[in-house]
């Protein structure tokens, strides 16, 4: 397992490189000035203006000014934000942590609602609870995440007034009190994201475990006796599985998508609202770092995908 991680990384390490190059050139290349309103403000010199810009290296050319950034960055030293005025480190690991839990929790509610529905709507193919399911699945999937957001906010906010509509870092309690209002506030953006992926999770669910039931293997597993409940588990739903875990980790960009436009929304403190902030502000050190986090995120859920496999499928070996 440490030799094929050896080798995942390696091979992760050129990929990372060009998404950097390519994100880096596209920002270059792009229209707008980051000291854009240093030039209009009346209050800085202009020797002033022209000395940041030398420290920043922003009249270089553009190889010159990658290969700094590149130089930087595995230095640890991610740039400066123009607009926040603190480090673009400091600043993106503020944010990550909230992301990933929001993420990761509606990941988790995903596969929660797409197993046993999807795996119980297999079973019984072409019956109610089948039909309705597939309904379901179809408008969960076909609806996009900012209507259903504002739909929650609408409902659970505005008229029952159940849950908070925007998100708070400034939560003044301690102890199991603060757990549950972060816990509250973290529902709807959750639920939003979570129901969207496990619409569509539910119908690559119940497509698998219907191409694998059908198998020989087994009917011959039930041929011998073996309790119904051991059969789906054991043999059905954990070779299922193995096109399942390739579909969300081949997902994740489109759930970081997702992720952007539902924090935005829920005026979640992550880094896709981090990045839509530095987009609006052209700050272009901010926007280079989290898109780069975004790539380092995607390539990472991909690599516990390949683990994922070996623990469903004995056959796949890491030597």
Known sequence: MGNYLLRRLVIALPSLLAISVIIFVLLALAPGDPFSELATNSNVPPAVAEALRQKFGLDDPVPIRYLHWLVAMLHGDWGFSFASRIDVSRLVLQRVPTTLYVIGSSQLLALAVALPVGVYAAMRPYSMFDQVANTIAFIGFSLPTFFTGLLFILVFSVNLHWLPFVYRTDIHATGWHLYWENFKQAIMPVAVLGLFQGASYTR????????????????????????????????????????????????????????????????????????????????????????????????????????????????????
């Open 204 to 319: 690559y669910v119940r497509s698998a475990v219907l191409d694998v039931i059908r198998l020989e293997y087994v009917t011959t597993a039930r041929a011998k006796g073996l309790d119904e409940r051991k059969v789906i588990i054991k043999h059905v739903v954990r070779n299922a599985l193995i096109p399942v875990v390739t579909l969300v980790a081949l997902r994740m960009p489109t759930v970081f998508g997702g992720a952007i436009v539902t924090e935005q929304i829920f005026r979640v403190p992550g880094i896709g609202s981090l990045l839509i902030d530095a987009i609006l502000a052209n700050d272009t050190p901010v926007i280079m770092a989290v898109t780069f986090v975004f790539a380092c995120l995607v390539i990472l859920f991909n690599l516990l995908a390949d683990i994922i496999y070996g623990w469903l499928d004995p056959r796949i070996t890491y030597a």
